[in-house]
């Protein structure tokens, strides 16, 4: 190992590029494609980097570790550099917002690539790398910061100038010409709106009859629940007092339900004298159901032999069957 002489030779870190030997170690400087830059190198990868020392094929076209003229090669001239400052700065003070969040997110990932060595999505190349970023990212932000103030700072002419108009305006307030102005006729201000009101619609009352039910009872057997109309009226008022009012909709929103009252129509008959003598069954009144074998209810289904034709109560058991609904009625 003693016998290498210094020279570029591959990195053993990365073989993509080359890193100096001084003859006796590896040195930071490291190059690639002819630029050159500064990179420790880890010293577990250093000791194992002495064992298989071996010369790159890009040694003959990387320069020497005391050549550093490589960067003068492709040096930007000084007018340049002004002209690029100069658009940097209008740039700068043009898109100060926009500068100053682009400044912001470079500055916190390069404080994260100096802190844990990482490249981040900035391909840093080292910490020292990060760390100049990080600085560079610093100053931009607080120039923006700065151009975004003035942007919105009033000017010294701006300010006097507003002083001096309160003042003139002050003046005036306090002490009026001796030969005022004409005063003004007011415009009258006509304002058009809408009105909505609602009212009550009373619900109608309808009368049913039951025959079931003894004449004179009756009850309301539907409750009535009053409906409501919504109107619209279009009014015009001039200075706020009100001058006309229009109409515009009628429109029943809620139907009313119509009360119905429940009349008994049912009168009953006063009975016949019974002769002593009679063919009609003791077990029903107000009518004669005859005595037979079987009684069945005219224009029914029944086959008799005998038939009654109205309606009769049931006083005692109805033993033909008339009653079937069992309101007490036979044939009903």
Known sequence: MAAAQPGWYADPVDAGR????????????????????????????????????????????????????DVRR???????????????????????????????????????????????WLRFRSRGAAIRVAGAAAVVLLASGSMSAVHRAPTDSEAGSGDVRALVATQSA?????????????????????????????????????ASVARGE????????????????????????ETARELVSDVVTVQPVAQQTTVGTY???????????????????????????DVDCAGGNGNGPAYFDGVARVVGEDIYGLDRDGDGYACN
């Open 18 to 69: 080359v890193r100096w030997w001084d003859g006796r170690g590896w040195t930071i400087r490291v190059s690639r494609g002819g630029i050159q830059w500064d990179e420790p190198l880890p010293a577990p990868v250093m000791d194992a980097g002495r064992a298989r020392l071996v010369p790159s094929a890009r040694a003959t076209a990387d320069p020497g570790p005391s050549a550093h003229a």
């Open 74 to 120: 492709g040096r930007v001239p000084v007018w340049l550099w002004i002209v690029i400052a100069l658009v940097g700065i209008a740039l700068l003070f043009a898109l100060a917002p926009l500068v100053a969040v682009g400044a912001a997110a470079v500055l916190v990932t390069a404080i994260v690539g100096a802190a844990s060595g990482t490249r981040t």
């Open 174 to 210: 306090a002490s009026p010409s001796a030969s005022a102005a004409p005063e003004r006729t007011s415009t009258p201000v006509t304002i058009v709106r809408e009105e909505t009101v609602t009212e009550p619609v009373a619900f109608a009352e309808t009368t049913v009859e039951d």
């Open 218 to 241: 009756s009850w309301v057997s539907v409750a009535g629940v009053a409906g409501e109309r919504t109107l619209t009226y279009r009014v015009t008022t001039v200075d706020g007092v």
């Open 267 to 293: 009168e009953e008959v006063a009975a016949a004298p019974v002769p002593l003598v009679s063919n009609c069954d003791s077990n029903y009144a107000d009518a004669c159901v005859p005595i037979a074998s």
